[in-house]
């Protein structure tokens, strides 16, 4: 599953377009008023303004298989890195997955993982940068825990998506899709990792390709 298009809605516009143009030095192609879009390697991320709440959300972006220390080290002067009790470090070892990742917040309290996949075999040579983040790798989608079970089976239906293999369901987390692109599928208040912050239902689109089928989810 590739990852084209990932809509969320923020209430803080102009702090992030700042923030992913300045911080993170990527290409905002196009704004306005209303909506921000920036360009993430073969994924387009878009921001659109809301008035009535503060949503956040979860998505990981993919780098190189071997540039976790050196994204780590060309992010932490920029913004505070995540740390993580379980691994004693700000990198975690997803040992079963084959990857590694380190996570920080965005303005709007978005939570942002960079995820090196060892499986993709998309080693760089040169020094790591923002023309690293190769495309939008996961995003967190948020059921009541009553729906849970139904809401996963449709995606799987409905978007010709399976299990990811690297990661058997679990009644409180469900992967769905492959090292290219995933679905992270939570119930409502389950606190994102690595984080302490319960996890909230907000509208949220996303354009994948699978199978060589274009699909639009619409949440």
């Known amino acids: 599953m590739k990852i084209k298009k990932l809509i969320l809605q923020t209430s803080c516009l102009q702090r992030l377009k700042e923030f992913y143009s300045s911080i993170l030095e990527l290409a905002v192609e196009r704004t306005n008023d209303k909506e921000v879009f920036i360009r993430i390697g073969k994924s ?59 996570y920080f917040f965005d303005p709007a309290g978005n939570i942002l993982e960079l995820i090196a996949r060892f499986d993709l075999k998309n080693e760089r040579d040169e020094a790591f940068s923002s023309g690293q983040f190769l495309s939008i790798d996961e995003v967190g989608l948020v059921f009541n825990q009553n729906e849970l079970e139904l809401k996963t089976s449709g995606l799987l239906k409905n978007y010709s998506l399976s299990y990811f293999s690297k990661q058997p369901p679990l009644p409180q987390f469900k992967a769905l899709g492959d090292d290219n692109g995933l679905f992270i599928v939570v119930p409502a208040q389950r606190n994102w990792f690595p984080t302490n912050k319960p996890s909230q239902i907000f509208p949220v689109k996303v354009i994948i390709e699978n199978n060589n089928k274009q699909y639009r989810l619409e949440l």
Not at 57 to 72: G, S, W
Not at 76 to 101: C, T
């Open 44 to 102: 387009e991320l878009i921001f659109t303004e809301t008035k009535e709440s503060k949503p956040f959300y979860h998505f990981a972006i993919n780098i190189p298989a071997n540039k976790i220390e050196e994204a780590r080290d060309w992010l932490k002067n920029k913004v505070s890195l995540l740390w993580m009790e379980d691994y004693k470090s700000d990198i975690a070892e997803f040992s079963d997955w084959h990857a590694r990742s380190i």
